[in-house]
């Protein structure tokens, strides 16, 4: 019961910045890969006639080829490749970075679906609305098996790990649908495992969020949950709390009882919440149980976003 019947165009759509960049880079690489193949193809049979046995006793000879002419084809073709790998650093590197104004969003895979949590509080099944122009950014995990976010238009595919967070970003130019696809094999629905991607003018998504069910923040429930789970019994911001404060954590450096220091990332922060004693902060016990069974894939990603926001001015 696939929501697309047909089938993805050898070249989808162009959909985000870094789509045509990719595209420009893929489409350079396949022509000097084909001028080179029709060079040595026409020259190989150039050769095999100019060359050939003219007569029955005759001996090959040895042809020296002219120093200028080794130097023109080793620095010309070195000069092409060092430049495709600059270029395609470059795309990379603005590919894999997502910019520092981006939005965060939360994406889970599971066996055979996507879960989807807009920072408002929405949540989506599938399909995922978001708005043009606005950089997005994905933090991913899988409940069960590797899976792959993959929206061909953006030219954008990460995998999905059990486990841990990774992220992707894209900023969508083009108002559309597009298709969201699983891009790693993970059971007997892999292939009806996809979705859709809105992407609205930004008032159209405004009116969209507001449409929803009325919704709280992901940092207001992400309280409750700090709540619930009684880790505001330890983690307060007073002298002689047995947990170190958790305000302005995020994004700054951590150091621990061993001496070895970390960037709070949200890997880390899962860590911390699912096996606290892999790193124990510097001046602290180790006395926090950990809570692996304890908090699910959503009430983590609460936790992280409410710890996120602590310390920061809104
Ligand atoms: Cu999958």
Redesign the pocket.
Known sequence: MSVWPDQIPLFPDRATAIAREVDAIYFFGLGIATIFSILVAVLVAYFAIRYRRRHHDEVGQREQAPAWLELVWSIIPLGILLFMFAWGADVYFKARRAPANAVEYYAT????MWKFQHPQGNREINDLHVPVGVPIKLIMT?ED????FWVPEFRVKMD?LPGRYTNLWFEVDKVGTYRLL??????AE?SL?GGRIFAMEPADYESWLAGGQPQTALTKTGEQVFAEKTCNTCHKNEAGALGPSLDGVFGNEREFADGTTVIADENYLRESILEPRAKLVKGYQALMPTFQGQVDEEELVLLIEYIKSLGQDE
């Open positions: 895979g599971k066996q055979w899988s098996v590797i899976h792959s999905v699983c891009n790693e094999y993970c059971g892999h495992m």
